[in-house]
């Protein structure tokens, strides 16, 4: 049988400040990890991975992240990508300050 | 301080203007990351978790108060206004934007700084003693020499494409504050019996996934091969490394799979070969550059005010016998100011703390600053009447933590705050330990005790030569952090010992508390450091403080 895929969304940084984006549904780059498209099979995965590497010019090491989906959206599943959300525990600074 | 001439600022300005250019040409689309991040790399920038990074050298951690200034502007200016000091003598400033780090480089470049060779596969920053020109058991300044290798190894066309990163640290006494030994190559100055000064060097030192102390490559080189016979080790190195397998490319590898009298004899042919190229101009260089290290003009001042404060102020006697290091002239001191406060980032200073420093260094300590590689900042030529005045100051902006050298001395990598290669929170865990020790108001007691994490194998926490180590991983999706015993990073240099299974992130505290109280039960007296007690008892006593249960299920 084949592996089952986990849900993944693509994600980057935003080549001019570095902050945390996500590929949304329509093309777009969001800083909410709850915009993210979630992609639900490996193909499309591969797919909209080489669509953002197309993307170079505006973002810096796109890859897919494994996601879940959540009330509001897709949710990290891995503490990585949760502090990627968020930003450093020791200040308040990143995306948590402009929440 | 040395002071660049018109070549060396020509060549900091040549070169931003260059990365300008590159940066451009990243921004209009002409350049890919993958054609810009070697260049970025060359430029000390990193692109992190949360956004860039930039990594600027303070060549063996020596800064004046200028520049310490300019480094505050920048942290107002083009980040959130504040910076991170480093194990290896840098500072990091954790969120410029692309666009602006053109113009950082040019405000660094006006204060005689630069962010070359912070990254990549070159000679990175060289780092030395943080007490350098102070310390009263030191054989020279090593700054001087240090500068030579800096000078040297910026920029130098066969060392620009190494098989890895590469790390020189120099040191000139006996006891090691530099942590020579875990360095790709150490010199150490010293004196040989006939009193003539040459160099102990060290080579194949290195923490990371692969830790080794550094083995003796000479035990006394002449002063005037130094340049020479560096260039042998880095070329043998650079001809012999691995470059299969990105794990063994470090030069520790090439020494450890080779064996350290092959390396050597590798090293004296080389070496033979190019000592006829170097006319001595490099000795001439060397000459200049002391030149520009003058011990500080001494003043002659009545202690009294010293003497008063320590007699009637129990706040700064104790920030005084914790925090003071002896110099070479009896009337002065080394004065650590801890970036360390409770529960703050290792490291971390505000940009108005960073101002408070500059303007002590300036009125009180012959505008000298240094930072260590333990990351805190020091003022070292203090006459001892200025002392009192000193500590006021630094009180009034929470850096009068008088913990130089406990267990709240935390040496902390950034972790998974900041670091895309981390594997697990780092400052974390320093805050909260410190914050508990303070609490049980233990850490006197408790006495010397280096403690240091790393947010991954990297180890750029120095984990394996602290006397308590901790690493950070990601075990099957959540933090876990192993424990090691009795690493030392003096000059009686040891990795230290895996203690057993690793702890979740929330049980950690509490370990080290047990550890700790462990000690305290079984040290012979208080004069009984930790990593005495663990020399003496070996690991089992310690363990049975960390990992209690296995203790008793044994003993049923």
């Known amino acids: ?99 | 301080m040395y002071k660049y001439n018109e070549f060396d600022e020509a060549f900091v300005r040549e070169r931003n203007r260059q990365f300008a250019n590159q940066v451009e040409r990243r921004i209009d689309g002409t350049l890919t990351e993958e054609e810009f991040r070697p260049l970025r790399l060359m430029n000390g920038l990193y692109l992190q978790l949360h956004a860039y990074m930039l990594r600027v050298a303070i060549p063996y951690g020596t800064l004046d108060s200028a520049k310490m200034r300019q480094l505050a502007m920048i942290a107002d200016k083009f980040d959130k206004g504040y910076g991170h000091f480093t194990t290896r003598q840098n500072i990091q400033y954790n969120w410029p934007k692309l666009p602006e780090v053109p113009a950082i480089l040019d405000a660094l470049a006006d204060v005689e700084m630069h962010a070359l060779q912070t990254s990549g596969n070159t000679i990175r920053n060289v780092t030395s003693d943080h007490f350098a020109g102070a310390a009263a058991d030191e054989i020279a300044d090593p700054r001087p020499v240090a500068e030579l290798l800096r000078q040297w190894s910026t920029d130098h066309p066969e060392f620009q494409f190494l098989g890895r990163k590469f790390k020189f640290a120099v040191g000139a006494s006996e006891h090691d504050r530099a942590v020579l030994r875990a360095h790709d190559v150490a010199v150490q100055i010293v004196k040989n019996d006939a009193g003539e000064t040459g160099y102990k060097i060290f080579v194949g030192g290195g923490l990371g996934r692969t830790p080794m102390i550094g083995k003796v490559l000479t035990d006394f080189l002449p002063a005037k091969d130094l340049l020479p016979y560096c260039e042998a080790i880095l070329t043998v190195y650079n001809t012999l490394g691995r470059r299969d397998n990105k794990y063994k490319a470090r030069i520790k590898i090439t020494v450890h799979e080779n064996g350290i009298d092959e390396y050597r004899r590798l090293v004296d042919e080389q070496f033979a070969l190019i000592r006829p190229t170097f006319s001595g101009v490099d000795q001439e260089m060397l000459k200049e550059i002391e030149g520009h290290f003058p011990a500080p003009t001494y003043i002659n001042a009545p202690l009294d005010a010293y003497d008063a404060a320590y007699e009637a102020d129990p706040v700064f006697r104790a920030w005084a016998d914790t925090n003071l290091s002896a110099h070479k002239n009896d009337n002065y001191a080394i004065a650590t100011i801890s970036i360390k406060a409770h529960g703050e980032t290792p490291g971390d200073a505000t940009s108005e703390q960073m101002r408070v420093m500059a303007d002590l260094a300036e009125e009180y300590a012959h505008n000298e600053l240094r930072i260590s590689h333990e990351q805190n900042v020091i003022l070292p030529h203090v006459h001892k009447s200025n002392l009192p005045a000193i500590h006021a100051r630094l009180k009034e902006h929470g850096l009068a933590t008088a913990n130089f050298g406990l267990i709240s001395d935390i040496i902390a990598c950034p972790g998974m705050d900041y670091c895309a290669l981390a594997t697990a929170r780092s400052i974390p865990v320093a805050q909260e330990i410190a914050l508990r020790f303070d609490e049980l108001k233990l850490e006197h007691e408790i006495g010397e005790l280096k403690l240091k994490i790393s947010g991954c194998i990297n180890a750029c926490g120095h984990h394996h030569v602290g006397h308590i180590g901790i690493l950070g991983l990601d075990r099957a999706g959540v933090e876990n952090y192993q424990i090691t015993l009795g690493g030392d990073g003096s000059e009686n240099a040891a990795v230290g010992e895996r203690a057993g299974p690793g702890f979740a992130y929330d049980e950690l505290v509490p370990a080290i508390e047990r550890l700790i109280k462990g000690y305290l039960e079984v040290r012979e007296d208080a004069s009984e450091t930790f990593i005495q007690a663990y020399r003496r008892l070996g690991s089992a006593p310690f363990k049975a403080a960390l990992y209690p249960d296995a203790t008793k299920k044994n003993a049923a």
């Open chain 1, 1 to 99: 049988m084949a592996r089952k895929f986990t849900p993944k969304v693509v994600t980057a940084n935003d080549l001019l400040d570095g902050d945390v984006i996500y590929l949304t549904a329509t093309n777009e780059w969001s800083r909410d990890h709850a915009d993210a498209q979630l992609i639900e099979d490996e193909a499309l995965a591969e797919e909209r991975l080489a669509h953002a590497a197309g993307d170079f010019a505006r973002l810096v090491g796109p890859y897919l992240a494994d996601a879940v989906a959540g009330e509001n959206g897709p949710e990290p599943v891995h503490f990585r990508e949760a502090f990627r959300t968020r930003g450093p525990s020791n200040y308040n600074h990143g995306k948590q300050a402009e929440a």
